[in-house]
């Protein structure tokens, strides 16, 4: 069992920075993958950012304002956040492909945190 708590989230002005935060714990001998997702209200869901074996991925919405890094001896996920704007405006939501030990060998199982408000209102 593994657990993924978000932070970081609030309230900015256009042009503002942010930098969230993902904390795993539990089971965890190593994490293998992690992104995040945005929903703004009423929308679906939509990937903004993603990371596998040190290579980045993100969409021509946010490439250049939003950086996805991990700092493995926290177990935590950071999605920084600049030249925010308006249409930013979302529930933001960590995901991670996490490798766990078991009696019975190793397995991994992904994972989803329970999302922070991120709102850039002037």
């Known amino acids: 069992q593994v657990q993924l708590v978000e932070s970081g989230g609030g309230l900015v002005q256009p042009g503002g920075s942010l930098r969230l935060s993902c904390v795993a714990s539990g089971n965890i001998v190593n994490i293998n993958s992690a992104a995040w997702y945005r929903q703004p209200a009423g929308k679906q869901r939509e990937l903004v950012a993603a990371e596998v074996s040190h290579i980045t991925n993100y969409p021509d919405s946010v490439k250049g304002r939003f950086t996805i890094s991990r700092d493995d001896t926290r177990n935590t996920i950071y999605l920084q956040m600049d030249s925010l704007k308006p249409e930013d405006t979302a529930v933001y939501f960590c995901?991670?492909?996490?490798?766990?030990?078991?009696?019975?060998?190793?397995?991994?199982?992904?994972?989803w945190g329970q999302g922070t408000q991120v709102t850039v209102s002037s």
């Open positions: 995901n991670a492909d996490v490798l766990s030990q078991y009696s019975s060998g190793q397995f991994q199982r992904n994972y």
